[in-house]
């Protein structure tokens, strides 16, 4: 299993694991869940810095940008314009082109709103960014998304946070069939085993923050979706036997006594 | 001895009173930003942070000091 990497953007990663370092009660805590979940890529938000707080503690004091990479996401953003500006934004801090796009459409249901997410996956392409793209499960969509210069397509499981799992698995196979785009399973999740679910519909990789974040044990949660992404990969190589309507005997029929 | 002109700016939505001339270079350094850590906006433009020291602020700028946090 250890040649068996993510490739994302010609980036190749161990895990294929990617985990969130929101809503954590503090910087210790995000810092060790991370470890303990084995992730090589991070998604971050950008946000304006605390002035008044000048000893208000760092995100990149905690987790070294350098031993993991760090996704900058535009999570919070409902325009194209938004998201732009945050990935234009976060480029500047240290020369991020790997970042994932969220233009959400709904306050309530915070699902992607496809039409912006579209229009912004084609200007930042352009413009050299290596896009991740957090998406609905449309599959048309996905294609227009792959169409547009994504380099990994990302769709939700359910609503962000919702802890739903996936709720549509036809559309991500349908989705998988038809890309060879690195293909994420992103939101939604709630528990480890929606993690193997996601790897054995043949997805690269599951992106989590919630379900490890607010699990009453997190560092726990953190490596039971560490085991089952490796567990769901490895089901989803060694390729399961067909599904059958009735029983087959799993001894010898001769010999009975 | 002269009396130094003060300015009027925005720095993430905060008003602040500073002296004429003060370069952005110098505004981040007195706000002990880690500029390495950063992203900086001038009026909705992103800063090269190379030109910091060349950059003297004006009366109304707008300045947006960005950085990473936690997320999803």
Same mark, same amino acid.
């Given at each position: 299993m250890s040649k068996d990497k993510l490739i994302v953007a010609n980036k190749k990663f161990s895990s294929r694991?990617?985990? +969130?370092? +929101?809503?954590? /009660?503090?910087?210790?805590?995000? &810092?060790?869940?991370?470890k303990i979940s084995g992730a090589d890529i991070v998604t971050v938000a950008v946000r304006r810095v605390n002035i008044s707080d000048k000893n208000k503690p760092l995100l990149m004091d905690y987790v070294d940008p $350098?031993?993991?990479?760090y996704l900058p996401n535009t999570a919070g953003c409902f325009t194209s314009k938004d998201a732009l500006r945050t990935l234009r934004l976060a480029r500047e801090i240290g +020369?991020?082109?790997l970042v994932k796009l969220e233009v959400l459409g709904d306050k309530k249901n915070l699902f992607p709103d496809m039409i912006e997410t579209l229009k912004s996956t084609e200007v930042l392409s352009k413009e050299g960014f290596k896009v991740m793209v957090y998406c609905n499960d449309d599959p048309l969509m996905a294609k227009r998304l792959e169409n547009a210069g994504a380099s990994a397509i990302m769709p939700l499981a359910a609503p962000i946070g919702s802890g739903l !799992?996936?709720?549509?698995?036809?559309?991500? =196979?349908i989705i998988r069939n038809q890309t060879k785009l690195p293909l994420i399973i992103d939101a939604g999740l709630g528990q480890a085993s929606d993690a193997t679910v996601a790897?054995?519909? !043949?997805? %690269?990789?599951v992106?989590?923050?919630? &379900?490890?974040?607010? &699990?009453?044990?997190? #560092?726990?949660?953190?490596?039971? #979706?560490?085991?089952?992404?490796i567990s769901g990969r490895q089901s989803f190589l060694s390729g399961r036997i067909d599904k059958t309507l009735m029983g087959k005997p799993s001894s010898p029929t001769k010999g009975i006594i | 001895m002269k009396k130094l002109k003060k300015i009027k700016i925005r720095v993430n939505g905060k008003?602040?009173?500073?002296?004429? =001339?003060?370069?952005?270079? /110098?505004?981040?350094? %007195?706000?002990n930003?880690?500029?390495?850590?950063?992203?900086?906006?001038?009026?909705?433009?992103?800063?090269?942070?190379?030109?910091? $020291?060349?950059?003297k602020l004006k009366n109304k700028d707008i300045i947006e000091i960005v950085h990473f946090i936690g997320g999803g």
């Open positions: 694991l990617i985990v +969130g370092t +929101g809503k954590y /009660q503090n910087m210790t805590e995000c &810092a060790k869940a991370i $350098k031993k993991i990479t +020369g991020w082109r !799992g996936i709720l549509n698995e036809t559309n991500i =196979k790897m054995e519909l !043949g997805c %690269d990789g992106l989590v923050n919630t &379900a490890i974040a607010k &699990a009453k044990k997190p #560092f726990m949660m953190a490596e039971a #979706f560490k085991n089952a992404v | 008003i602040k009173i500073i002296i004429d =001339k003060l370069t952005l270079y /110098q505004l981040l350094n %007195d706000l930003i880690p500029i390495t850590k950063v992203a900086i906006e001038l009026n909705k433009e992103i800063v090269n942070k190379k030109k910091l $020291k060349k950059m």
